[in-house]
């Protein structure tokens, strides 16, 4: 809570360095840092694993077409007076299925598959915060050394005007 106060805070300080305020400087890095990309694919993969999961609740249809020609040399064939058997197979079903009762497995994957999703979830709000602390840290420093900078400079063409 004490980053996100510190990340608002010099949020609405908004000074321009280099033409690019604070908040532009922290909206860039949150969007492009590859950590934070990464952890963004992590928690949209949780994501999709919980949904599939939550598919186990809900009927299936499987229809399967099969066929080919099939060649049979075995002993039933033989003793049927035939040493080469050839047949023709063909095959066609359409499957209705739905999950009456499974010993509470579905509800527990999709549980556990919810906790992963939210974890996932957390350590990308992690990584931000921290992405988004470095950044600021980062341009507060630059702002520093700019000012120091600006400040020798002047102090510089005092003493250049007092010594001419």
């Known amino acids: ?28 890095t949150l969007r492009t840092n590859p950590e934070i990309l990464a952890s963004r694919y992590s928690a949209s993969a949780a994501e999709e694993l919980h949904k599939q999961a939550r598919g186990a609740y809900f009927p ?6 099969a066929g080919g020609d099939e060649n049979s040399n075995n002993t039933t064939a033989r003793a049927a007076g035939s040493s080469d058997l050839s047949l ?4 066609k079903s359409i499957r209705l299925t739905q999950l009456l009762y499974d010993g509470f497995s579905t509800s527990s994957f999709v549980k556990q598959q919810s906790a992963l999703s939210e974890a996932a979830i957390a350590r990308l709000v992690s990584t931000q915060e921290n992405t988004g602390l470095a950044s600021i840290q980062v341009y507060l ?21 007092a010594v001419f």
């Open 1 to 28: 809570m004490e980053r996100w106060a510190i990340m608002c805070a010099a949020a609405f300080l908004a000074v321009n360095a280099n033409g690019q305020s604070l908040t532009e400087a922290v909206a860039t």
């Open 88 to 91: 023709t197979r063909e095959e």
């Open 141 to 161: 420093e630059v702002l520093r050394r700019d000012r120091k900078s600006t400040r020798l400079n002047s102090s510089h063409q005092i003493i250049s005007y």
């Open 60 to 65: 299936s249809i499987d229809l399967v077409l």
